[in-house]
């Protein structure tokens, strides 16, 4: 750690970042408010897929950079998971240097783009930037900053592709393409090892593709991200289930010597309520992934997805905030997102809930289902929902729902989503009883080095957290690069 | 040889003894095992209410300690009480399921409840998964001094409502006897249709280590002297009420077993015994019921049951004296 903060300290005090410290005073930079991110209009963007918010203009994001003070000690590292050189890339694009900003986010962010778009920077970098802590006042808009950034290299058509160290011949698997595992493969092929991820589904991207739709982070955006670790040497197999396609096993006689499984939680929770068996009352994981994945949005396809015109989200997370603004560009004339706790506990992004709450998405907190009742054919119709109200608080801080005893009601229904998290994919703990997982079947690693109880497994995202964010995931995805590499250089010393 | 059958909450025994909800019934091997050994039913182990909300707090610490499990953003750690809930029933009704499958024996599940809350709307799954009857635990010590008698009572009522609205299985309640009037409670317990009345639950008693200032358990198990309340209960009202009444609490020998059937209950509850004296007990005190009965010239239990309860006994002001006066007075 020592090392890394004597590695920023002189980064700071090189020329440019001197001069440019000093070309205006902070005050001055203080002055200035926080850039508001263009957005579509609520009433157009409900109608449609594209994305919600536009991007800032060279000129905004070089104003914004401005407000960043390039403190000596920059806090705002700390929050961020993979520890980007926040002041850096900040004061390259105040530089107008838009190109050196992308290569120093690049330098430690396989996903800048990606990061840009779905972090919940307002916990963590943004949370911890100077602005909060001591002017409580707004944080410099570094998720905006970094998405600029990535976006305008993507843009100018010249792509920095990391350097690669020369290849060593050494094997390496990971097993699923989500954030984490492209964060391992960003890593293991830049010290020169051969590479391979493999991906169940026929898309790579994982959860970033399935699971986050194209109105909050374009598909063609993830691709980028992926051409990239293409052109580093990253090898991606698709349609192939590691655990049954091929066990790992058979991969280590193909010559792998170490593994990352990073196959995510996709196994969708229920509240295990009367009715929830009835047609048209789906998982967040299957109404998302069939609509991001498999064009179901379109009627004339193979296999669309119902459009409901009374759509009710069961949950507050991020999840449910992404199924119900889906619901309403599939033509819904009510959607509804039914919490249990009150708006200000949702952990959904305080964003999304503002964008939600701008496209009309109608917001019943405190309020939760009891009972499904369904038409003679099968398919949803009435929901019965229970009042709730915040009692004592549990362990962690928050008040408990307790329900309103007699306070039952109906509501007309015909889709439901619900998204109240979700299991690791049971797949390769099933497939290596050797591998010790919790009891709640996440995979158990240690801390610092991400290795599994089974040597030469790594792990990490939500396979290991249960539920994590896109940046905790590529955080883990990334010491567990570390840890593969000490390992494998400890089996194999260098000639 | 006579016949030990009996029937309690409508289901046909082989004998009279049956295993009490504890950690002997809590897997299929052991329920097995209480089976060969030759018990007329086994309770299962409770799901407890409060375990349950005290799993989801030690998980929630867990979580927020421990970061790499369920970050704080996540839906799953939002929602992980339901999850929790959701876990410790699936096992409960594999259990259930498994135990059916593999013994012959009724077998009773069993929920520990402290308030009417929604989660006991599960009843039905219980009986969706094969379970004989339900036995609603409900354990509530009235230590709160801003609620009434009349307030612990009335949850008493509404979970019985709410449950018989859910399952059509035999339903009993394994009370407390921590009643103002408790003679007029079983009544209106019994008078809600409810299958049985088991008397009483036993509350765990805190004590002191005086050494360390420590608090501690104390006695874990029952003892023979506790069963003498019991004994009481079930003999004042057995005549009076329709309700199988089931004696638990210091029954640790046959005698003890012969007592509480004299006194009009149709069946008993086991468990420290076992504990004590391991699965052999449940013969030696079969056993021992068999052998007193053919020594009385009793064919079937049906024909002594209740003989020395309140009604038919000939000193029946015996129940209610509550000074021993006369016998200490001689004491000299």
Redesign the interface.
Known sequence: MENISEILKSERQQTWRDELRKSMKAKERTSIPRVKMPEQDPHVRNKNHEEVNMGLTDKMAMKEAQRCLDCVDPTCITGCPVGINIPKFIKRIEQGEFLESAKTLKETNALPAVCGRVCPQEVQCEANCFYVQKLKKDPVAIGFLERFAADYERNSGSISVPRVEHKNGIKVAVIGSGPSGLAVAGDMVKWGYDVTVFEALHEIGGVLKYGIPEFRLPNEIVDVEINNLKQMGVKFETNFIVGTTAKVDDLKKEGFKAFFVGSGAGLPKFMNIPGENYRRIFSSNEYLTRVNLMNAANPEYDTPVFSGKNVAVIGGGNTAMDSVRTSKRLGAARSMIIYRRSIEEMPARVEEVKHAQEEDVEFMNLNSPVEYFSDEKGNVNKMIVQKMELGEPDSSGRRRPVPLEGSEYEVEVDTVVVAIGVSPNPLIPASMPELEVTDWGTIKVDKETMQSSVEGIFAGGDIVRGGATVILAMGDGRRAAKGMHEYLKAKAPAK | MAELTTKYLGLSLSNPLIVGSSGLTDSVENILELEKAGAGAVVLKSLFEEQIMLE???S??E??QND????????????I???IR??T?SAYIELIKETKKKVMIPVIASINCVS???WINFANYFEEAGADALELNIAILPSDDKTKASEIEKVHFEIIEKVRSKVKIPLSIKMSSSFTNLAQMIKRLSETGIDGIVMFNRFYTPDFDINNFAEKSSNTFSTAAESGNIRRWVGIMSSKIDSDLAASTGIHSAEDMIKQLLAGARAVQVVSTIYRNGKDQIQKMLGGLNQWMDEKGYNTIEQFRGKLSQEKTSNPSAYERIQFMRYFSEIK
């Not at chain 2, 790499?68 to 929602?79: F, P, R």
């Open positions: 989801v707090d030690s929630l610490k979580a927020y790499m499990i369920y970050s704080a953003k996540s839906e799953t750690l939002d929602y009480d339901l999850h959701e876990r029933l009417s809350a929604e």
